[in-house]
């Protein structure tokens, strides 16, 4: 790939008081072998206080040969974006503070060494480290068999993997774009496909921003039904938290109407869905289920604080967007994988089947698009810290929580 007529015309684009746009890829270029470094830092026409860069690397070794990683360095946090997976993002980082986990799965894995139908349709756990995994499309949640048409009024039965395949499909294009005016949002896009003859048509543009020197980032995404018939589709944002903050006496925050047991365990200890436990050997997950509460705005909010409670993260969506909201606690030893997932969803994670009779399923027309917009952000201080929460119990405020209290 030819670098330097790219680097002109964007600054070409800037001059003119266009959004700069850097194409780093696509399906039809082979960028193998190379590490490259894209860079607007310092230009003077941004007069950004904070230097900023995006750069690009491609993996070599193992079951991560030829993954490309595109890393945008707002100057104060650093985010992995992985356009080889699905537009995934590996980790969030600022200074000491990492928004990721620790998976017992050590690289960041090529899809082609995923076979998502292995140990009865497990296998997408082959590959699965990322701080945040989009599941779907056309299905997400657990395994299991499911129906599926073929033309309208013509069915057939399929058995459904864990999470959907949108994870483990490489992104056709990707590109940075730079908006000219202040405050200068940085921006990575990818489109990835999940279509096939007789089967779902469905596109998703997937992006990644953040604003130089900035301590939030932003998840904005567009899927599409690009068939000639109605099509269902899943999405879950698979948030995944192990390091930095999560931590014995740990605790997350959500203003919600109810909770909700999915399995057993969880059903034990229920009245301690907001507290983790520190690294325990043998410890079986535990899934929760919400129905949150949104503020004035609409918004839905989460919270993961520290047991200190001087160190956060935070997260808010619009709820008419994703309507249901997961916290899958696995808080066992450090070796076989110590994390959270904060999960906001178009559903819940049961089979395809047990969500569409519960009517948890969308539905695109022919053509139809939905977006759907996630807020992150990463929070130092006992002060800030404190902020969040009063917020979160300032939208709960007397409503009632079904299942269990509420603490913040």
């Given at each position: 790939?030819?670098?330097?007529?790219?680097?002109?015309?964007?600054?070409l684009?800037?001059?003119?008081g266009?959004a700069?746009?850097?194409?780093?890829?696509?399906?039809?270029?082979?960028?193998?072998?190379?590490?490259?470094?894209?860079?607007?830092?310092?230009?003077k026409?941004?007069?950004?206080?904070?230097p900023?860069?995006?750069?690009?690397?491609?993996?070599?070794g193992?079951?991560?040969?030829?993954?490309?990683?595109?890393?945008?360095?707002?100057?104060?946090?650093s985010?992995?974006?992985?356009?080889?997976r699905?537009?995934?993002?590996?980790?969030?980082?600022?200074?000491?503070?990492?928004?990721?986990?620790?998976?017992?799965?050590?690289?960041?894995?090529h899809?082609?060494?995923?076979?998502l139908e292995?140990?009865?349709?497990?296998?997408?756990?082959?590959?699965?480290?990322?701080?945040?995994?989009?599941?779907?499309?056309?299905?997400?949640?657990?395994?299991?068999?499911?129906?599926?048409?073929?033309?309208?009024?013509?069915?057939?039965?399929?058995?459904?993997?864990?999470?959907?395949?949108?994870?483990?499909?490489?992104?056709?294009?990707?590109?940075?774009?730079?908006?000219?005016?202040?405050?200068?949002?940085?921006?990575?896009?990818?489109t990835?496909?999940?279509?096939?003859?007789?089967?779902?048509k469905l596109?998703?543009?997937?992006?990644?921003s953040?604003?130089?020197?900035?301590?939030?980032?932003?998840?904005?995404d567009?899927?599409?039904?690009?068939?000639?018939?109605?099509?269902?589709?899943?999405?879950?944002?698979?948030g995944?938290?192990?390091?930095?903050?999560?931590?014995?006496?740990?605790?997350?925050?959500?203003?919600?109407?109810s909770?909700?047991?999915?399995?057993?365990?969880?059903?034990?200890?229920?009245?301690?869905?907001?507290?983790?436990?520190?690294?325990?050997?043998?410890?079986i997950?535990?899934?929760?289920?919400?129905?949150?509460?949104?503020?004035?705005d609409?918004?839905?909010?989460?919270?993961?604080?520290?047991?200190k409670g001087?160190?956060?993260?935070?997260?808010?969506?619009?709820?008419?967007?994703?309507?249901?909201?997961?916290?899958?606690?696995?808080?066992?030893a450090?070796?076989?994988?110590?994390?959270?997932?904060?999960?906001?969803?178009?559903?819940?994670?049961?089979?395809?089947?047990?969500?569409?009779?519960?009517?948890?399923?969308?539905?695109?027309?022919?053509?139809?698009?939905r977006?759907?917009?996630?807020d992150?952000?990463?929070?130092?201080?006992?002060?800030?810290?404190?902020?969040?929460?009063?917020?979160?119990?300032?939208?709960?405020?007397?409503?009632?929580?079904?299942?269990?209290?509420?603490?913040?």
């Amino acid at each position: 790939m030819k670098l330097l007529p790219l680097l002109a015309l964007a600054v070409l684009l800037i001059m003119q008081g266009c959004a700069a746009t850097f194409t780093l890829s696509s399906s039809t270029d082979d960028p193998a072998g190379s590490e490259t470094l894209l860079s607007s830092t310092g230009h003077k026409k941004f007069k950004t206080k904070t230097p900023w860069c995006v750069r690009r690397t491609v993996l070599r070794g193992g079951k991560q040969e030829g993954v490309e990683l595109l890393t945008i360095d707002n100057g104060n946090l650093s985010i992995r974006v992985i356009p080889t997976r699905g537009m995934g993002i590996l980790d969030v980082r600022k200074g000491d503070v990492r928004l990721g986990w620790d998976s017992p799965v050590k690289e960041v894995v090529h899809p082609s060494f995923v076979n998502l139908e292995s140990r009865g349709g497990l296998g997408w756990l082959e590959g699965f480290n990322e701080w945040m995994v989009r599941c779907g499309l056309e299905f997400a949640g657990h395994p299991g068999e499911d129906e599926f048409v073929i033309n309208p009024g013509d069915t057939a039965t399929m058995d459904l993997t864990l999470h959907g395949k949108i994870q483990n499909v490489p992104a056709s294009n990707w590109e940075v774009l730079v908006d000219p005016k202040p405050p200068y949002r940085i921006r990575v896009r990818g489109t990835v496909y999940e279509k096939f003859f007789y089967g779902p048509k469905l596109k998703l543009l997937a992006e990644v921003s953040t604003v130089p020197g900035s301590d939030s980032f932003r998840i904005s995404d567009t899927v599409t039904n690009e068939g000639a018939f109605p099509q269902e589709f899943q999405l879950i944002y698979h948030g995944n938290y192990g390091s930095s903050i999560l931590e014995a006496n740990a605790t997350v925050l959500t203003p919600t109407k109810s909770v909700t047991p999915m399995n057993a365990h969880a059903g034990g200890a229920i009245g301690n869905w907001d507290t983790y436990a520190g690294p325990t050997k043998g410890f079986i997950e535990e899934v929760y289920l919400f129905e949150p509460i949104a503020d004035v705005d609409g918004k839905a909010h989460a919270v993961l604080r520290n047991a200190k409670g001087d160190l956060a993260t935070s997260l808010s969506w619009n709820l008419t967007e994703l309507p249901y909201l997961t916290v899958w606690k696995n808080t066992s030893a450090s070796e076989d994988g110590y994390v959270t997932g904060i999960e906001p969803a178009t559903g819940y994670p049961f089979n395809r089947k047990v969500e569409r009779k519960f009517g948890r399923v969308p539905k695109l027309a022919p053509g139809e698009s939905r977006s759907f917009t996630l807020d992150y952000g990463i929070h130092t201080g006992a002060k800030a810290v404190k902020a969040l929460a009063d917020k979160v119990s300032a939208i709960q405020g007397e409503t009632p929580v079904k299942g269990t209290r509420i603490r913040a």
